[in-house]
């Protein structure tokens, strides 16, 4: 890496830490310390880019080079535009900037283009672009926090997490941005006291639904809580439905109007069933567990003569493709559908229609529930959704003893999951640091807000084994079985990792189902 543009980018995270600490109103110099060295040891050591880098590098040549009714039908590049319209836009913002940097880099025939000023142009807008990410933890630190020191582990957790730091800032995507505006839409709708607050909100979700639709994995709670806490009890429930229904229209109409001889294109992009069942590198959830059940009955099946042939790669290439079960029924996209509304029921009911008085941290709890039933039952899950669970969480670990508990092991196993993603060798030790830090670090801080240790026995020894996990596949697989199996590590830390995840749904659900049935005592006793 050129000494100049490490020192550019070392000005520029230390210009964006100190700006994320103003905003945050914060005084404490030990955190922006801490921020700062995290970042900076990150951004100055690493010098890569993934596919995805290529994929925005393609989006800004895309909306900069073609007039819009060709944006959603170009493919030119197998990395097509498949993100919704205000993405579209926030892509052609940023190509109005790159043009002043390197304009080959907005040339539609440049595929794989990645000089070393479009590199940096691309990591700084991901830089920058964080700052809505720090403004929407201050705003919803605002609405849920008394405590100075519990608001300020709250942002412990959220800025120095190591899940945007591998997918966005090596990786290359943009989710703090849009995290960004998930955190600032449920601090909006949680002011329920504030009728102005909670239709900002609202149009703050649609908003998000619009730059990336895999927030609609959260709607269901949305949905819910708008209804239960603005329009229902209060008398006006046409009114206030209606002017729900026409902010969200307007910013449809916005969002999808310029584009409406194209909207078949942009649905068969934004819902690409054709794709599989699970993503190139599975998503730790229930379907790693199905596939690999599917592939362990197969084996038996052959060995009992029950069946003749086994694939011995089926859905282990690695390969974006539909796939044909073995032995398990094969599921199909409306199966996935019905187990993801099913897994969300029980949370949307208690949230709608429960008696007591329900709060936003009950808003908050059932989006986290839907979060991770959509990741554990959705159709093509990308490993990255595990954030939309995670980084909500973090709210109410800082207040919450059993939130604190899921939450260490749900943004242990998480975490980890994404190691892959930074496939480099040279990347080994840095992805290790990162996990056993992550580990360390949450475990100390949550155990001191709640002044004792949080992890039962069985869960303890489950977090540790995830750093060995890492080390066999970053280490050890090469070591024992060279350049054969090569998709074997990857499964593996989705198997285990996915345990982990799936057991954080079953623990959300526990403690949500027991705080419900304590409210209903203390109600009959009342």
Same mark, same amino acid.
């Given at each position: 890496?050129?000494?100049?543009l490490?020192?550019?980018?070392v000005?520029i ?14 005084n ?12 900076? #040891?990150i951004?100055c050591?690493v010098?890569?880019?993934s ?13 900069y080079s ?11 590049? $197998?990395?097509?535009l ?5 993405f579209?836009?926030?892509?052609y913002?940023?190509?109005q900037?790159?043009c002043?940097?390197d ?13 070393p ?9 991901v %830089? ?6 720090? @403004?929407? %933890?201050?705003?919803?630190?605002e ?22 730091l591998?997918v966005d800032?090596?990786h290359?995507q ?10 600032l ?5 949680s002011?329920?006291?504030?009728q102005?607050?909670?239709?900002q ?9 619009n ?24 008398? $006006?429930?046409f009114?206030?439905? #209606? ?9 449809l ?7 409406i ?6 649905i ?21 567990? @199905?596939?690999t059940?599917?592939k362990?009955?197969?084996?038996i ?7 003749k ?11 974006v ?7 398990l ?39 986290v529930?839907?979060a ?8 093509h ?16 670990a ?21 190691l ?8 080994t030790p840095?992805k290790?640091l990162?996990?056993?830090?992550h ?5 100390l801080?949550? $155990?001191?807000q ?12 489950y977090i540790?084994v995830?750093p060995?996990?890492?080390i ?11 350049d054969?199996?090569?998709f074997?590590?990857?499964a593996l830390?989705?198997? @285990? ?6 057991y954080?749904?079953?623990l ?13 005592r ?5």
């Open positions: 890496m050129s000494p100049v490490m020192d550019v980018g000005v995270w230390f210009v964006i830490v100190n700006i994320c600490t103003f905003v945050l109103r914060l404490s110099v030990l955190l922006s310390k801490l921020s700062f060295g995290y970042i900076f #040891f951004e050591i010098h890569i880019y596919t995805d880098f290529e994929v925005h590098r393609n989006w800004l040549a895309i909306t073609l007039p819009i009714n060709e944006w959603y039908i170009n493919a030119k590049s $197998q990395w097509t498949d993100y919704p319209p205000f579209a836009w926030f892509e913002a940023l190509s900037v790159a002043l940097f304009k080959e880099m907005l040339k539609i025939d440049n595929l794989n283009y990645a000089s000023t479009t590199i940096y142009f691309q990591r700084t807008t %830089i920058l672009s964080d700052i809505m990410f720090a @403004y929407g %933890i201050r705003e919803l630190g609405v849920f926090y008394k405590s100075y020191n519990s608001y300020c582990i709250f942002i412990f957790l959220s800025l120095c997490n190591i899940g945007l591998i800032h090596i290359f943009y989710n703090g941005f849009l995290l960004g505006f998930l955190l839409s449920i601090a909006k709708v002011k329920t006291w504030n102005v607050s909670m239709l909100g609202a149009a703050c979700f649609a908003i998000l639904l730059l990336k639709h895999i927030y609609l994995y959260v709607a269901p709670a949305y949905i819910v809580w708008l209804l239960k806490s603005y329009c229902i009890n209060n008398g $006006q429930f009114k206030r439905i #209606f002017t729900l229904a026409a902010i969200i229209a307007t910013i109409i916005l969002s999808f109007g310029p584009f001889n194209q909207l078949p294109q942009i068969s992009r934004l819902f690409p069933f054709k794709r599989g069942l699970v993503h190139a590198y599975w998503a730790a959830n229930g379907w790693a567990l @199905y596939i059940t599917d362990i009955l197969s084996i099946w052959k060995y009992l003569g029950w069946i042939i086994v694939k011995s790669a089926v859905m282990t290439g690695g390969l493709q539909e796939e044909i079960f073995i032995v029924p094969t599921p199909k996209p409306i199966i996935t559908f019905i187990l993801t509304f099913v897994g969300m029921l029980p949370a949307l009911y208690i949230l709608l229609c429960k008696k007591y008085a329900i709060t936003s941290k009950h808003f908050v709890r059932c989006l529930l839907c991770l039933t959509s990741f554990i039952f959705g159709w899950v990308h490993e990255k959704a595990i954030l939309t669970a995670i980084i909500p969480l973090c709210v109410l800082t207040v919450d003893i059993n939130d604190a508990r899921i939450y260490i092991i749900l943004s242990s196993a998480g975490y980890t999951s994404l892959p993603l930074l496939y480099p060798d040279n990347l840095l290790l990162l996990l056993i830090l580990i360390f670090s949450t475990n801080i949550l $155990q001191y709640f002044k004792k240790p949080l992890l039962y026995l069985h869960e303890f020894l540790s995830l060995l996990i890492a066999y596949e970053s280490v050890l697989h090469k070591d024992f079985f060279s054969n199996l090569p074997l590590p990857l830390i989705s198997i @285990y990792c996915a345990i982990g995840i799936i954080s749904w079953f959300s659900y526990y403690y949500l189902l027991c705080d419900n049935d304590n409210k209903k203390r109600t009959k006793k009342e």
